[in-house]
């Protein structure tokens, strides 16, 4: 029995001095490995990120007078959004009036995948129908089509059209179709080529791919043939990833001046699409060039007083037929359209109306930012009897608090709070008191110096 004791003592006090010596020897290497990390990088002096302490984000939440959260959480939102939109308009460049953009929407078996709820597809497609409404409203004289790749095909669901509800039905009838093999990069976007390649050079060309897989099944190489057909054409490729970065994607993007970018989450994946709403700049090789477009008038007019067809909704067998006495009738062959905008299908004049070409207009000069100070400061540069008037919004009429930023046009020198400086720069791109000043007629651009 005492044998049996010593024995097993030895092997305790063998097994501790085994771990006391891994134990050392770790201790050792970790010493070594962090010495020869600052021999490599001696500027890098904040150490390892599990050396650090925390963030503590939630000390930027603090309440206001009233203990309340809310206005802290909201200036947090208004300057993220301020700081996105002062991002996007860095440079001022003008941006193209009107674009023919195609989406190409990988529905391999990627797809499927939950990491996206409920699925990759499904919140892809939901997602699409909101970006469509934002696409056609900020770009109302613009185009959009799909392509949609699985089984190492492409296939064109909805061709290059500037009607958003012929869009809506296509993503609405993909929700139910099947995910299968493997997408096609090469042929999708040699697809999209052939569907750009004719349309007119004063309009942008452009390719945004929801990619979802991780390879492309191809017949031939794309860094060939392929990119230098887009290149040829002037078409720009962009790519959101949805599981990782490819090589390829990311080639494809550098060589037709696309974005690339892969998403973190279902709120990224949102930020990252709709940051495709917006035109991109307009190149040198863009053409300038007159086009004739039609403005319809609604309603009978003495030419048009019976009932009759309308030529986006044709007498074909199992399709719904519009007879109507009332639309859009094209100035030129008289064609009737249920809805505007629209290239007539018979003497292929865009037909809009005057707000669309507005809301399009406005991508040829943007909106300057506005410059953020403090109202003290402000009123420092205007005289005494101004200061009433000065201290409220331009926009709203709403009091501006001196807690609170306010922003200041350089041209018109007039004062704003940040949810008009968000909503003149996202919806209305017109500073209204540079609108509203008596010398604006004889200088049209006076707001856009």
Known sequence: MSEERVSLGQCHNTLVGFVACHLRLSEELYLYLKMAAKEEDPEDSAGYRWEGGYEKTWEAIVESADGLLDPCISDIIEREKRKRYLERNKDRVRLGMMRLLIIVIDMSDAMEDKDLKPSRQLCTLKLLEGFVHEYFDQNPISQFGIIITRNKRAEIVSPLSGNAQKHLEALEKLKKQYTSGEPSLQNSLDLATQALRLMPGHASREVLVIFGSLISCDPGSIIGKTIEDLKTHSIRCSVIGLAAEVRVCKLLCKETNGDYSVILDGAHFKSLLFSQVNPPMATAALESSLIKMGFPHAGKTRHEKRVSFCVCHPPVSNTAVRILDEGYFCPQCCSKYCQIPV???????????????????????????????????????????????????????????????????????????????????????????????????????????
């Open 343 to 449: 290239e007539c299908k018979i003497c292929g004049l865009t037909l809009a109306s005057a707000p669309h070409l507005a809301r399009s207009y406005h991508h040829l000069f943007p909106l300057k930012p506005f410059s953020e100070t403090s109202l003290a400061e402000a009123l420092s540069v205007v005289n005494s009897e101004e200061d009433l008037m000065q201290s409220y919004c331009t926009g709203c009429m709403g009091h501006l608090k001196p807690s609170r930023p306010v922003f200041r046009c350089d041209d018109c020198a007039e004062l704003f709070c940040s949810d008009c400086d968000l909503f003149l720069h996202e919806y209305v791109h017109t500073c209204p008191g540079c609108a509203s000043r008596t010398d604006a007629g004889k200088d049209d651009q006076l707001r856009y110096r």
